[in-house]
């Protein structure tokens, strides 16, 4: 029974913190779901960012790089969220 009160207290004390690290990526990534005039406009933004960084005479693999880094995957997002939790847990 003993054993059973420190493992709940632990997760007492864990689990808020967890759930507070999780929250703003979440609603970040609950932003993103767009309707298909919204995802259409994303990829003309992408596009545009790119071609500008181009016709300015970046080289395309930095421009491509550029690129990547100014807009946000989301499945990367949620990636960086639960192995950044996971280093936590094991501190």
Do not use: C, H
């Amino acid at each position: 029974m003993e054993e059973l009160r420190e493992v709940l207290s632990i997760v007492r004390s864990e689990v808020p913190g967890l759930l507070k690290d999780l929250i703003g990526p979440l609603k970040e990534l609950m932003s993103l779901s767009v309707s298909p005039e919204e995802a259409k406009e994303r990829a003309r933004a992408i596009a545009a960012f790119y071609n500008e960084l181009i016709e300015q005479g970046f080289p395309a693999d930095l421009a491509l790089e550029l690129t990547r880094e100014n807009f946000v995957n989301p499945y990367s997002l949620l990636k960086e969220v639960f192995s950044s939790s996971r280093k936590k847990e094991e501190m």
